[in-house]
């Protein structure tokens, strides 16, 4: 098996005295889909938040291809609180489609995509601006590059947000649930754009999700978590239809009942 390209060692996160998530340790392989799955609360959407590094760790380490995240290591090999240039580096790597879009709307499409490349990475505007259109293609908007997002449907600024987060290369791609702030009818044309990147095969990729068929379909692993401890990890088959724990079987139960 390859070098893990994401490494969680004893995680641990609080909200003041509140612990959300509890010494969590987990591995994400080069070019591995893993669904999360689990109730509101449970930690998985703070999981990723660790990684995308929007909330602050509190205990344990993150590694991004080898390198920490949240630390770096001082002149004698141990480990103290990581440079915010070294941080940029690392998390260059990871990129992150969020629930509720988060484009500029004084910008047009294609300028929402362009702008990351072009002030943090310092790519060249044309080179930039072709990769855009390519990813705007890619997501079958190239036709929208002109429009602003208030001219948009729910998922095609979906869309949109994922072609910004393509556009930057990442290694690791964290969707969170993408397409809970859709309207029913649109929530197929946005799983059908992350299903295509997910059989390029290339970034991995971390998926929260409350679709169980989509994540069956696309992930290799599915995590259940849990009062801030991923119960069950496994093969989508095992999880869905073989659970092994009465927290799992009891999730999925109630699940089922409400759809």
Partial sequence: MAEPIVKYNKVTKYFDDLQVL????FEIQPGEKVALI???????TTFARLLMMLEEITDGTIEVEGEYLWH???????????????????????????????????????????????TVQGRDKKEA??????????????????????QLSGGQKQ??????????????????EPTSALDPELVGEV???????ADEGEASMLLITHEMDFAKEVADR?????GGKI??????SDILYNPQSERLKDFLERFMNTQ
């Fill in 22 to 25: 509890d010494e969590i340790d």
């Fill in 38 to 44: 689990g109730p509101s609360g449970s930690g998985k």
């Fill in 72 to 118: 770096e290591k001082d002149d004698k090999g141990n480990l103290k609180p990581a440079s915010s240039e070294h941080q940029r580096k690392v998390r260059s790597n990871i990129g992150m489609v969020f629930q509720h879009f988060h484009l500029f709307p004084h910008m047009t499409v294609l300028q929402n995509i362009i702008e990351a490349p072009v």
């Fill in 129 to 150: 601006t072709k990769a855009g259109k390519d990813m705007l293609d890619k997501v079958g908007l190239l036709d929208k590059a002109d429009a602003y997002p208030a």
């Fill in 159 to 176: 869309r949109v947000a994922i072609a910004r987060a393509l556009v930057m290369q990442p290694k690791v791609l964290i969707f969170d």
């Fill in 191 to 197: 799983l059908e754009v992350i299903k295509s990147i």
């Fill in 222 to 226: 599915i995590a259940f978590f849990d």
């Fill in 231 to 236: 119960v069950e990890d496994g093969p989508p």
